[in-house]
């Protein structure tokens, strides 16, 4: 029903920062909840932030708080992560990810980008 693709990943060295975009395709983009979700070499895929379908509201994972922002742009169908003072913990495959639910479980969203590679070097 929402056909997703992130881009904007790459690699980059500690401290430095990436802006993640993700372009939706689909007949109630301003209806979903969004979310952002990483995965690194041979760990479970974790969630990192969410957004509602206004974007009033924001959820983060600790572990980004500060550094991280999550933004959606209804008008242009996508969703944001802009990150900051980037750490090598955070490289990872990022993933978008579209709901009906405001929550940070993944089996929850029900429609899945392709994946963005964030490297940051130390």
């Known amino acids: 029903q929402v056909q997703l693709i992130e881009s904007g990943g790459g690699l980059v060295q500690a401290g430095g920062s990436l802006r993640l975009s993700c372009a939706a395709s689909g007949r109630t983009f301003s209806s979903v909840t969004m979310a952002w979700f990483r995965q690194a070499p041979g760990k479970e895929r974790e969630f990192v932030a969410s957004?509602?379908?206004?974007?009033?509201?924001?959820f983060y994972v600790n572990s980004v708080k500060g550094r991280f922002t999550i933004s959606r742009d209804n008008a242009k169908n996508t969703v944001y992560l802009q990150m900051n003072s980037l750490k090598p913990e955070d490289t990872a495959v990022y993933y978008c990810?579209?709901?009906?639910?405001?929550?940070?479980?993944?089996?929850?969203?029900?429609?899945w980008g392709q994946g963005t590679q964030v490297a940051v070097s130390s």
């Open positions: 957004i509602s379908r206004s974007g009033g509201s924001t």
């Open positions: 990810a579209a709901g009906s639910t405001y929550t940070t479980r993944p089996q929850d969203f029900d429609s």
